[in-house]
């Protein structure tokens, strides 16, 4: 391997870190601000075989099923935009998952967006956005 492959890897293994040490910071940062606004926190990082949800909280009698997104910079594009369809599909179906796993019980869903802006890897701003989609279809729940 010469030495500009070398420098390429290293590049790439710091910047994944990078970006995995922001995004943990990002989810706390979410979750504090969700418990401050009386949301009462469930899990993090649930995986299924057909995706990941960062946070599960309750809302009174509604399952908030929330994606963070971290970012350094909104200069072109807003963090929440990163929830394509397809993101919206996996985050579903994982919903889904979760709630079998529950035993499918009667309560309300709902797909909230918080989007973490940093600023020199402090925490500059939390936005949240509640009820940001409904689940992809074909699916439904209730």
Known sequence: MGLFAKLAELFTRKRA???FAHGRLGERAAKRHLKKLGLKFLTANYRSPRGEIDLVFRDGDCLVFVEVKTRSSE?????????????????????????????NPQV??????????????????????????????????G
């Open 17 to 19: 870190l990078v970006q």
């Open 75 to 103: 200069d072109w594009v807003r963090p929440a935009a990163a929830v394509n369809e397809d993101k919206r599909r996996a985050l579903t179906r994982a919903a889904l998952d979760y709630l079998e796993l529950l035993g």
């Open 108 to 141: 309300k869903v709902r797909f909230d967006i918080v989007e973490v802006l940093l600023e020199h890897g402090k925490v500059r701003a939390v936005r949240h956005l509640p009820n940001t989609f409904a689940m992809s279809a074909p699916y439904r729940y």
